[in-house]
C-alpha cells in the first residue's frame, strides 16, 4: 500500500504546488514558500515510492505483480537493479523520478535570483504530476491477486519470479535507459522555460538561465543514444549500431531539435533575434519526447520494430495524449496571448552572409532532419506498411553534407557585420586541407561522389573547428566546448562514411575444424564449449570458438547462442575483434547439427503402421521396453536402451527384427540391424515419440538404408556440424566511437561556460 | 540583398527538399500485402503470415539461405526463402513478417520479423502452477 500511498500524495501535492506558483505569478508572492515545500513534498513522495519500489525488487517480494514480472531469484545485483525500468511500469516510474530529481536541482537554481521561478516550476510541477497520474493508471505497486483477479488467491506470495529478458541482460543495458531517462526528463526543462517566459512576457534573459539545462539534455541525450548504438552493435549483433528502428529514431528526432533550439538561442543571445524560433523550438523539443514516448509505448509500431511492445492499455494511451494535447494547447494559448509583444521584435539584421544566419540556416537543416525521421517513424500509424529503412539513409545523407558545410562557414563568419575578403580568407586553409585529405580518401577508394563529398564536408568542419579549438586552448579555454563538440561531429560523419559504406560483409558456413578463408584471415570452427554466466543461471550458454590466424598470429572469437527459457527461442551475441583501423565483426547465425542419416532414408511410423520401402513391406509393431518402465526414471536420466520392433517382409520372407537405440547422457547411438539372409537394407531406430503414439501421430522414425546405394560420406554421416556466421570487416569504426565520446564531452564544457556568464 | 529575396530564396530551398523528401518517401513506401497481391508488384512489400510447420523447412549452408512455407491471413501459400540464417524465436513466433519481392514463385526474403507478443506478457497460469 506504502507504494500506491505515496504516488497519490506525489499526485496531490504537485498539483497544489502548480496553484501556489501560478499564485505567486499573479502577485501573491506569500504562496512561494508553499510553492516549494508542496514541490518538495511531491519530488521526495516519488523519490520514496522509488526507493520502496528498489526494496521491493531487491528483497524479492513477489506479491507485486511488477516484482514478479520482470525479475526472479538468480539475478545478479547489477541486473536486479535494471529489472526497475525493465517493464513498462518501471519505466514511467523511473521517467518520474529523474524528472523529480531534476527539478529539485531546477528549483533551487531558479531561486538563485531572479529566474522566473514561480513562472518556471508551475509549469514543471504540471509535468511532475501528469507523470505521477500515469503511475497511479499503471502502477508497479499492484498485487498479483489484484492484478489476475480471482486467479490468484488473496495474500498468495510466488516463490519465485519470471526473470528478465535476456536482451537486457548486459552491462549496456544496465546504464542505457537511465541515461536515456535523465536525457528525456531534463527535456521538461527548456519547456518549462519557454511556458515560463511566455508567463512573463520577457524574452531576452531566460536564454542564458536556460542555456546550460539544453547543454545538460543535448549532452545526456547524446551521450544515451549512443549508448544504444553499441549495445546494438555489441550484443544485439545487428552488424551495425543504427538501423533506423522507431525507437532509436524516437530518440534522435527531440535530440536533433534541442541541438537546432542550442543554436538559434546562441544566435539570440549575440543579436536579440530569434525569439520566437527559440520559444517554439524548446516547446517542440519536449512534445516530442512526450510523442516518442506515445509512439514507442502506445503498441501502434508492433510491427515495424525490433524493440518489443506491450500495449499498455487504454488509460495510459488516452492519458498520453491527453498529456501531448494539454501542452500544444498550453503553448498555443500562450503565445497567442503575447503575440502583440512577440510581433515587436522583428528581425533587424540585413546582412545575408553573417554567422547569426548561417547558425539559423544550420539549425533549419538539423529541424529538416527532424522532419524526415518524424515523417518515416509515424508512418505506420497513418497507413498500413512502413517505411524502408533506405529512405532515411538517402534523405539525410545531403542533408549531413549541408550540416557539415554550414558548420565550418558559420564559425568563418562574423557576427551581425560580414566581411567578405575576410571570410574568404579564413575559408582558404581548411578548404585545401579538407580538398587534399579528400582527394587522398578518393584515391584509397571513396568514389561514391555524394560520400566524397560527404567526406570533403566533414573535413573541411574538421579543420575549422581545429583550428580554432588550438588557438582558444592557449587564451579563452572556457570557451572551447562548442568546437570540441564540433570536432566530434565531424569525426563521427567520418566515422559514419567509413563503416556505412565501405564495410564488407560475407556470410560463411564453417564446418567443424574446417578452415576457411575470409577477409585474409584463416577462421576455424573448433566447436562449441558451455560457459556460465554470474547473471543468468538459467540458461546454458555456449561460445562458439572460432580460431583466427593472419601471418602467424592467432586469436580466438567467441559469439555465444544459447537457449534462451525466458524467451522461449535462440539467443545470439556477436564477437568482435578490435584493431586500430577496423574491427572484425562476426555474428553467429546458427549451427547446423550433424545429420547421422540422409532425409530420404528416414521414415515415420504411427504404430501398427505399414510402408512400402525400396522393395520391402515394413511394419512398425511396437516399442520394446525390455524391463524398463515407460516413462520411469532412467528415461528422465538420459541414460538408458530401447528397441523396437519392425515386421518386415521382402520378396521371400517375413521377419521380426528388433532395431535399438541407445542413450548416454541424452546423446544417442544407433545400432545397426539386418534381416537374416538380406544384406541390402540396415535398419536403424533412430527417434521415438511416446506422446506422438498417444494422440494418434507419428510414434516412432526408423532409418532404413538402401546398401547398394553408393553414399558420399563415410558411413552414414551425411553432414558435418557447422556453425553459419556472418562476418564482416567494419573499417575505421573506431574513428566513430571516439567522435561520439568527443561531441558528448564538448556538451558538457559547455555547460561550464554557459554557468560562468549568468553567475 | 533584402529581406524579401531571403524569404523567396529560403521557400524555394524547403519547397525543393519538401517535392523531393514527398518523392523519396512515396518510393520508400513499403506495403503490408498478401501473396497473392505480391506476386504482381515489383516493389519490395511486406506479408504477414504463418509458418507452415509440417512443411519442409530447412537451411542451406552453401547458399546460406533459409526456407519454409507460409501461409498468410488470406491463405496463400508460398515457398519463402531467406538470405541467411534461421531467426531468433522462429519457432516459438506467433505470426512472421516477411519484408521482401517475389521472384520465380518463391518470396525472397530480406528481412523476417518474428512476432512474439506472448513471451514478454505475463500470464496468471504462471502464478497458479506456483501455486499448487
Redesign the interface.
Known amino acids: 500500500m506504502l507504494g500506491k500511498f505515496l504516488i497519490y500524495i506525489a499526485f496531490a501535492v504537485s498539483v497544489l504546488s502548480i496553484i501556489s506558483f501560478l499564485l505567486v505569478h499573479f502577485k501573491q508572492e506569500k504562496y512561494l514558500k508553499f510553492g516549494r515545500i508542496f514541490y518538495y513534498a511531491g519530488a521526495f513522495s516519488v523519490i520514496g515510492a522509488s526507493a520502496f519500489m528498489l526494496y521491493n525488487i531487491l528483497s524479492h517480494q513477489f506479491q507485486y505483480t511488477y516484482v514478479w514480472e520482470q525479475s526472479n531469484r538468480e539475478l545478479g545485483l547489477p541486473l536486479l537493479i535494471s529489472t526497475f525500468y525493465a517493464g513498462q511500469e518501471g519505466s514511467f516510474m523511473l521517467w518520474t523520478f529523474m524528472t523529480a530529481v531534476i527539478g529539485i536541482f531546477l528549483m533551487r537554481y531558479l531561486g538563485k535570483g531572479d529566474r522566473l521561478e514561480p513562472q518556471v516550476m508551475s509549469v514543471y510541477s504540471l509535468v511532475l504530476a501528469f507523470l505521477a497520474f500515469i503511475l497511479i493508471l499503471k502502477s508497479p505497486f499492484n498485487y498479483v491477486w489484484d492484478s489476475f483477479p480471482g486467479e490468484v488467491e488473496y495474500g498468495f506470495i510466488p516463490p519465485d519470479g519470471r526473470g528478465l529478458n535476456p536482451l537486457l541482460q548486459n552491462f549496456w543495458m544496465s546504464i542505457h535507459p537511465p541515461t536515456l531517462f535523465v536525457g528525456f526528463s531534463s527535456m521538461a526543462v527548456p519547456f518549462c522555460f519557454a511556458i515560463g517566459t511566455l508567463m512573463k512576457n520577457r524574452y531576452k534573459d531566460w536564454i542564458g538561465f536556460a542555456m546550460p539545462w539544453l547543454l545538460f539534455s543535448g549532452g545526456i541525450l547524446g551521450l544515451g543514444i549512443m549508448m544504444g548504438g553499441y549495445w546494438a552493435y555489441g550484443v544485439l549483433g545487428w552488424g551495425g549500431y543504427w538501423a533506423w528502428d522507431p525507437v532509436e529514431n524516437s530518440s534522435f528526432i527531440p535530440w536533433l531539435i534541442i541541438v537546432a533550439a542550442i543554436h538559434t538561442m546562441v544566435a539570440q543571445k549575440r543579436t536579440g533575434g530569434y525569439i520566437k524560433t527559440n520559444l517554439i523550438l524548446c516547446i517542440i523539443a519536449y512534445l516530442l519526447v512526450l510523442y516518442s514516448t506515445f509512439l514507442t509505448r502506445s503498441g501502434v509500431l508492433g510491427d515495424s520494430s525490433v524493440h518489443s511492445f506491450v500495449d499498455p492499455g487504454q488509460e495510459v494511451y488516452l492519458s498520453l495524449i491527453v498529456f501531448i494535447s494539454l501542452f500544444i494547447l498550453i503553448a498555443i494559448f500562450a503565445f497567442v496571448f503575447r503575440i502583440k509583444t512577440l510581433k515587436k521584435y522583428a528581425p533587424e539584421n540585413k546582412k545575408l552572409l553573417t554567422r547569426e544566419n548561417a547558425l539559423f540556416v544550420g539549425s533549419l537543416t538539423l529541424c529538416a532532419a527532424a522532419v524526415i525521421i518524424l515523417a518515416g517513424t509515424s508512418w505506420p500509424i497513418i497507413a498500413k506498411g512502413s517505411i524502408d529503412a533506405e529512405f532515411y539513409n538517402r534523405m539525410n545523407l545531403p542533408v549531413a553534407i549541408l550540416i557539415a558545410f554550414i558548420n565550418g562557414i558559420s564559425l568563418l563568419l562574423k557576427w551581425k557585420t560580414s566581411s567578405d575578403e575576410k571570410f574568404i580568407q579564413g575559408l582558404f586553409f581548411p578548404l585545401i586541407l579538407a580538398v587534399i585529405v579528400t582527394i587522398g580518401l578518393v584515391l584509397v577508394g571513396v568514389q561514391d561522389f555524394l560520400f566524397a563529398l560527404f567526406a570533403l564536408a566533414a573535413l573541411f568542419a574538421f579543420f575549422v573547428n581545429i583550428e580554432i579549438a588550438v588557438r582558444l586552448f592557449k587564451k579563452q579555454r572556457d570557451n572551447i566546448g562548442a568546437y570540441i563538440a564540433h570536432v566530434g561531429l565531424a569525426l563521427v560523419f567520418l566515422g559514419i562514411i567509413a563503416s556505412a559504406k565501405y564495410s564488407k560483409e560475407e556470410n560463411l558456413t564453417l564446418e567443424l575444424n574446417k578452415p576457411v578463408n575470409a577477409f585474409g584471415y584463416t577462421m576455424t570452427y573448433v566447436g562449441a564449449s558451455p560457459f556460465e554466466d554470474a547473471n543468468n543461471k538459467t540458461d546454458t550458454k555456449y561460445h562458439f570458438n572460432i580460431l583466427l590466424e593472419k601471418d602467424g598470429k592467432e586469436m580466438v572469437l567467441q559469439p555465444v547462442m544459447y537457449y534462451s527459457a525466458f524467451s522461449q527461442g535462440v539467443m545470439k551475441n556477436p564477437d568482435i575483434a578490435n584493431f586500430a583501423t577496423k574491427d572484425l565483426y562476426i555474428s553467429p547465425m546458427g549451427l547446423v547439427e550433424p545429420e547421422t542419416f540422409a532425409q530420404e532414408d528416414l521414415h515415420e511410423f504411427k504404430k501398427g503402421e505399414v510402408k512400402q520401402v525400396g522393395d520391402l513391406s515394413v511394419e512398425f509393431v511396437d516399442f520394446d521396453f525390455g524391463n524398463m518402465q515407460k516413462g520411469g526414471e532412467e528415461i528422465q536420466s538420459g541414460n538408458f536402451e530401447m528397441g523396437a520392433i519392425l515386421k518386415v517382409k521382402d520378396s521371400k520372407f517375413t521377419e521380426n527384427i528388433l532395431t535399438k537405440i541407445k542413450y548416454t547422457d541424452g546423446n544417442p547411438e544407433y545400432y545397426e540391424a539386418k534381416m537374416t539372409g538380406n544384406d541390402n537394407y540396415s535398419f536403424y531406430f533412430t527417434k521415438m515419440a511416446i506422446k506422438g503414439e498417444e494422440e494418434g501421430g507419428p510414434a516412432g522414425t526408423f532409418a532404413i538404408v538402401d546398401n547398394r546405394v553408393k553414399k558420399e560420406h563415410d558411413e552414414h554421416q551425411v553432414t558435418e556440424e557447422a556453425l553459419v556466421i556472418t562476418a564482416s570487416i567494419k573499417p575505421f569504426i573506431n574513428i566513430l566511437w571516439a567522435g561520439t565520446i568527443i561531441l558528448v564531452a564538448g556538451f558538457f564544457i559547455s555547460i561550464i561556460r554557459r554557468r560562468k556568464e549568468i553567475l | ?1 533584402n ?1 524579401k529575396a ?1 524569404y523567396i530564396i529560403g521557400g524555394i530551398i524547403i519547397l525543393a ?1 519538401l517535392v ?2 514527398f518523392m ?2 512515396m ?6 500485402v498478401d501473396f497473392a497481391e505480391a506476386q504482381n508488384r515489383l516493389k ?1 512489400v ?1 506479408v ?1 503470415g504463418y509458418w507452415l510447420k509440417d512443411k519442409e523447412t530447412k ?1 542451406d ?2 547458399t ?1 539461405t ?1 526456407s519454409f512455407y507460409m501461409r498468410d491471413d488470406h491463405n496463400n501459400e508460398m515457398k519463402v526463402i531467406f538470405d ?3 531467426p ?5 513466433a506467433e505470426a512472421v ?1 516477411v519484408k521482401g519481392k517475389v521472384k520465380d514463385g518463391c518470396f525472397m526474403a530480406k528481412d523476417i ?5 506472448s ?4 500470464h ?1 497460469d ?3 502452477k ?2 499448487l
Open positions: 540583398m529581406g531571403k527538399f523531393v523528401g523519396s518517401f518510393d520508400s513506401k513499403i506495403e503490408y519490395t511486406e504477414k537451411f549452408g552453401n546460406n533459409f541467411g540464417a534461421k531468433n524465436n522462429f519457432e516459438v513478417v520479423l518474428t512476432k512474439c507478443p513471451k514478454y506478457e505475463a496468471p504462471e502464478i497458479k506456483s501455486q
